[in-house]
């Protein structure tokens, strides 16, 4: 792909340092999604998710496009992959396999896109072309005018903030509703800002939600229910904990109870159970 | 975590500087690369940083999420506010050139971008902190095997 692109291009807009890097950041990212794809740890995963993130932002730094460099630094390697830890966090540890037969469908998909893409690749212009529709479009009047119309000397800043600046506000509002969104959902406490829950005809009422129990297995669950954690712990008297209240917040958050044990955890609802 | 004692020494160094890079990246949005959304992530990952080592809870103590809700509404008017402002000015929405009158530099652009990304700051800051504290919330803490 790449000898295609600096073929078209020609040699005399790329110095050869950034060849050899261009092509030392591609092979690193290959073997990056290869990794990612064979390995079972969720948690590498995340962590190699992080690290292709990094490599593309320094590959968009070789190609002059420094903005997305910082954006895909910032987003894909730093806030993107703790969202993703804190989801997987929330789910399992291991991916299960796969057999050779369902995978089958998902490499023909692959293997069609990828052609697809290779079959396209004459097409796109080449790299540095003056004469490509990036480089001669309404994107080099911008360029040209903003240098004597708003003086300011980052052209992305400007064409962002000031020639664009009613799409700019539209995505400040598309941010702000994705905000919105999660804070209706989700709240901020993981369960709308606030739990409640209505046992015995009480109501249960605290700020933060419940933390979530990590049993061992499924067979602790009825008998040795350990005391609610203390977020949870009510203002009002506390009622005698009974399946169905269990059962109903074992149904707010399925995904949760599924969460695969841990030592310190296991060992404190271990000793619970001996204890009783 | 509290046995991560480098951890945590190099994070309570870093973090301040964390913050003053992004708003570094904001200010100097107009003339090096960066603007009010990626400051924005800076910021709102050196909270996440706070979180990660000395856990949620603390955060939440620094960063109340009540900041959140007024943070993210702020953003979005500030924005809007800054060509609500040039409308009152004379000009058309979002012209920056009437906020300051230069004869030779167009000092107004300047003004009113800084103006509107600082919105974009607000708005993209509070609102990763509130993803980050909607799915955090939920999860139980990382335990030391896990790493």
Same mark, same amino acid.
């Given at each position: 792909?790449l000898?295609f692109?600096?073929?078209?291009?020609?040699p005399?807009?790329? &110095?050869?340092?950034?060849?050899?890097?261009?092509?030392a950041?591609m092979?690193?990212l290959?073997v990056?999604?290869?990794?990612i794809v064979?390995?079972r740890?969720?948690?590498a995963?995340v962590?190699? %998710?992080g $690290?292709?993130?990094?490599?593309?932002? +320094?590959?968009?730094?070789?190609l002059d496009? $420094?903005?997305v460099?910082?954006t !895909?630094?910032?987003?894909g390697?730093?806030?993107?992959?703790v969202?993703?830890?804190?989801?997987?966090?929330?789910?399992?540890?291991q991916s299960?396999?796969v057999?050779a037969k369902? &995978?089958?469908?998902?490499?023909?998909?692959?293997v069609?896109?990828g052609?697809a893409m290779?079959y396209?690749i *004459?097409?796109?212009?080449?790299y540095?072309?003056?004469?490509?529709p990036?480089?001669?479009?309404?994107?080099?009047e911008?360029m040209?005018? +903003? $240098?004597?119309d708003v !003086?300011? *000397?980052?052209?992305?800043t400007? $064409?962002l903030? &000031?020639?664009r600046g009613?799409?700019?506000?539209?995505?400040?509002?598309?941010i702000?509703?994705?905000?919105l969104?999660? =804070?209706?959902?989700?709240?901020?406490?993981?369960?709308?800002?606030f739990? %409640?829950a209505?046992v %015995?005809? %009480?109501?249960?009422?605290? =700020?933060?939600?419940?933390?979530?129990?990590?049993?061992?297995?499924t067979?602790?669950?009825?008998?040795? !229910? *350990?005391?609610?954690?203390?977020?949870a712990?009510?203002?009002?008297?506390?009622?005698?904990?009974?399946p169905?209240a269990?059962?109903?917040?074992a149904?707010?958050k399925p995904?949760a109870?599924?969460?695969? +044990?841990?030592?310190?955890?296991?060992?404190k609802?271990?000793?619970?159970g &001996?204890a009783? | 975590?509290n046995?991560?004692?480098?951890?945590r020494?190099v994070?309570?160094f870093?973090?301040?500087?964390i913050?003053?890079?992004?708003?570094?990246?904001?200010?100097h949005?107009?003339?090096g690369?960066g603007?009010?959304?990626?400051?924005g992530?800076?910021?709102?990952a050196a909270?996440?940083?706070?979180a990660?080592?000395?856990?949620?809870?603390?955060?939440?103590v620094?960063?109340p999420?009540?900041w959140?809700?007024?943070g993210?509404?702020?953003?979005?008017m500030?924005?809007?506010?800054t060509?609500?402002?040039?409308?009152l000015?004379?000009?058309?929405f979002?012209d920056?050139?009437?906020l300051?009158?230069d004869p030779?530099?167009p000092?107004?652009?300047?003004?009113?971008?800084?103006?509107?990304?600082?919105?974009?700051?607000?708005t993209?800051a509070t609102?990763?902190?509130?993803?980050?504290y909607?799915f955090?919330?939920?999860t139980p803490?990382?335990?030391?095997?896990?790493?």
């Open positions: 792909m000898s692109i600096y073929a078209a291009g020609g005399a807009t790329i &110095s050869p340092p950034t060849l050899i890097i261009d092509i950041l092979a690193m290959v990056v999604a290869f990794a064979r390995m740890s969720l948690f995963i962590m190699l %998710q $690290v292709y993130s990094l490599m593309c932002a +320094a590959w968009f730094v070789t496009a $420094v903005d460099a910082f !895909e630094a910032a987003v390697a730093g806030i993107s992959t969202l993703m830890l804190s989801a997987m966090l929330l789910t399992d540890r299960a396999p057999g369902k &995978s089958l469908g998902p490499l023909l998909v692959c069609l896109a052609a290779f396209a *004459p097409d796109m212009p080449a540095g072309d003056a004469n490509s990036a480089n001669t479009g309404p994107g080099m911008y040209t005018a +903003a $240098v004597t !003086e300011i *000397p980052n052209i992305v400007a $064409v903030a &000031s020639y009613y799409d700019t506000m539209a995505e400040t509002v598309v702000f509703m994705a905000g969104g999660v =804070l209706l959902l989700l709240g901020l406490n993981g369960n709308a800002g739990w %409640q209505k %015995q005809g %009480q109501n249960i009422f605290s =700020l933060t939600a419940p933390r979530t129990r990590i049993l061992t297995s067979e602790d669950k009825p008998e040795t !229910e *350990p005391p609610a954690p203390d977020e712990a009510p203002p009002k008297p506390k009622p005698k904990r009974k169905a269990a059962k109903k917040r149904a707010k995904a109870k599924k969460t695969a +044990a841990k030592k310190p955890a296991a060992k609802t271990g000793g619970k &001996s009783s | 975590m046995s991560h004692l480098i951890l020494t994070s309570k870093l973090i301040p500087l913050v003053v890079y992004g708003l570094y990246v904001h200010f949005g107009d003339f690369p603007g009010g959304f990626q400051a992530v800076i910021v709102a909270v996440v940083l706070y990660l080592i000395f856990g949620i809870d603390a955060c939440k620094a960063v999420p009540s959140i809700r007024i993210m509404t702020v953003g979005v500030l924005f809007a506010g060509g609500v402002v040039t409308w000015l004379g000009g058309a979002f920056y050139d009437v300051k009158y030779d530099h000092a107004g652009q300047h003004l009113g971008i800084i103006c509107v990304e600082l919105g974009v700051l607000f993209v609102v990763m902190v509130a993803i980050f909607a955090g919330s939920r803490d990382i335990s030391d095997e896990d790493w």
